[in-house]
């Protein structure tokens, strides 16, 4: 069965980090573009990140650039997004994603594989 977990998220202080994870199950993760993206209650979802399959770049959508890294663990099947200098702007639901296509900048308009999401409340 082809999954991805997320975990990592929990409530920040605004300044403060986190590091979401993406565990991948039943694929390999090295063989997909994977991204993350995130919604927040009552907006459209927000592409945050994106690496085509076989690219070494990772693109970042302009509010979270210099912000957010995305990373990925290959001997873990495991990708993640780690948080610095958090705003409460950026309280959403995060999710990780896969798909065999490649991204279009930061974002793709659809994903084959996605998991179920991970919350991160950013607040004092």
């Known amino acids: 069965q082809l999954q991805l977990v997320e975990s990592g998220g929990r409530q920040a202080q605004p300044g403060g980090s986190l590091i979401l994870s993406c565990v991948a199950s039943?694929?390999?993760?090295?063989?997909?573009?994977i991204g993350w993206f995130r919604q927040a209650p009552g907006k459209e979802r927000e592409g945050v990140s994106c690496?085509?399959?076989?690219?070494?770049?990772?693109d970042y959508a302009d509010s979270v650039k210099g912000r957010f890294t995305m990373s990925r663990d290959s001997a873990e099947n495991t990708v993640y997004l780690h948080m610095k200098s958090l705003k409460p702007a950026d309280t959403a639901v995060y999710y990780c994603?896969?798909?065999?296509?490649?991204?279009?900048?930061?974002?793709?308009?659809?994903?084959?594989?996605r998991g179920k999401g991970t919350l991160v409340t950013v607040s004092s």
């Open positions: 994603a896969a798909d065999p296509g490649r991204c279009v900048g930061y974002q793709k308009t659809s994903w084959g594989y």
């Open positions: 039943g694929f390999t993760l090295d063989y997909y573009s």
């Open positions: 690496i085509s399959v076989s690219s070494s770049r990772t």
